[in-house]
């Protein structure tokens, strides 16, 4: 998925069990997608607890924060309660989504099949506005820019 392209839809269910979609959720604004490898592990605690402490600007934005992994919805559940997460986390427990947007590694730390952490900001007509997929699970995604991009639409 580039920028560009047309964002590939989906439905998946979130930390409560309730579906979410994403062309849904673009009638609403703009949504950041932030695929992440594994709740609770140190550098996607800090990726979406620096993404809470910014859910101010985001709103502003009129941009709708979703983060997907590979978790279970149980797992999610926890770890957004664990970390006071105010915005929607996905389970891609089929790797179908992180598949479709190019994001998965074949192979985490002896794992198959483990969302690479990238983020993808889409547009309300579901257009990718920016696309970053790291091979480096230990960096985080550019921040600054992903703002830059979303005050730009």
Do not use: H, W
């Not at 009638?27 to 996607?44: D, I, Q």
């Not at 664990?82 to 947007?101: I, P, R, T």
């Not at 192979?107 to 969302?115: D, I, L, N």
Request: charged content about 25%; glycine content about 6%; some cysteine.
């Amino acid at each position: 998925m580039n920028v560009g392209d047309k964002a590939k839809d989906f439905t998946l269910l979130n930390s409560d069990g309730k579906e979410i979609t994403l062309s849904e959720e673009t009638k609403e604004g703009k949504v950041l997608l932030l695929f992440f490898p594994l709740a609770f592990s140190g550098v996607c605690t800090e990726e979406l607890c620096t993404t809470r402490d910014n859910m101010k600007l985001y709103k502003s934005l009129n941009t709708n924060v979703i983060g997907i992994s590979v978790d279970s919805f149980f797992t999610l559940n926890q770890f957004k309660k664990s970390n006071n997460l105010k915005f929607s986390l996905l389970s891609d427990f089929n790797k179908e989504v992180s598949g479709a947007y190019n994001s998965l590694y074949n192979e985490f730390f002896g794992m198959k099949g483990v969302s690479k952490r990238s983020a993808f900001v889409v547009n309300k007509e579901m257009i990718i506005e920016y696309a970053e997929i790291l091979e480096d699970s230990s960096k985080l995604p550019d921040f600054k820019t992903i703002r830059t991009v979303l005050s730009s639409i």
